[in-house]
């Protein structure tokens, strides 16, 4: 009985350890390596963290940089799509003129050139495409395209006005087209002093 009521009384007591500080410390695991184990654990949870919002982020960019792309490709078809159907309205206004022009009897002229011929070729003769000249980059090769195409056609075109010039040129000004014709030195008439 007595063994018991001991053994009651010990249940309470905090046990103390019999071994020697160099035995308790051999046992127990190094307490840094598990802090850095732990930091490593840690710092790996962080890193795939922001890996994955890098990632998350990069895609969300690319795939805003391709709806960009695909909707500048889709307003450039668009306005060559424009171009297009101007060039064949232009063509079938010129073809019924010729073929009204035989049914009366009348003699029948040469076909003028085309606004649009002429910056195809300017363009090709200054390396940039006939959508830049007639758009709106204000870059100098460009520019200096568009100057030489609005000249052309101010020295081809005898029919047109600048303000029409400048329509079939994007839209401009007459006062963009007399600025290219002036600085190019060339005028229809006589020079005035």
């Known amino acids: 009985m007595a063994e018991a009521a001991l053994r009651k009384l010990d249940r309470g007591l905090p046990r103390l350890d019999m071994r020697s500080p160099a035995l308790i410390a051999k046992q127990q695991p190094d307490r840094s390596v598990l802090q850095r184990l732990r930091c490593a654990e840690e710092s790996r949870g962080k890193a795939e963290i922001a890996a994955a919002a890098l990632i998350t982020a990069a895609r969300r960019d690319a795939e805003r940089i391709v709806r960009a792309a695909k909707q500048k490709a889709d307003r450039q078809l668009d306005q060559a799509a424009r171009e297009g159907a101007k060039i064949v309205a232009d063509?079938?206004?010129?073809?019924?003129?010729?073929?009204?022009?035989?049914?009366?009897?009348?003699?029948?002229?040469?076909?003028?050139?085309?606004i649009h011929s002429i910056i195809c070729t300017v363009a090709k003769r200054h390396g940039v495409s006939p959508l830049d000249i007639t758009g709106p980059s204000r870059a100098m090769p460009i520019v200096e395209a568009r100057h030489a195409a609005m000249v052309e056609a101010y020295l081809v075109r005898l029919d047109l006005s600048t303000p029409q010039i400048g329509r079939d040129f994007g839209g401009r000004d007459h006062t963009t087209v007399l600025h290219a014709v002036r600085k190019a030195g060339v005028y229809r008439g006589e020079r005035k002093a």
Do not use: N, Q, Y
């Open 91 to 114: 063509a079938r206004h010129e073809a019924s003129a010729i073929v009204h022009a035989a049914e009366i009897g009348t003699p029948i002229e040469a076909p003028k050139v085309s």
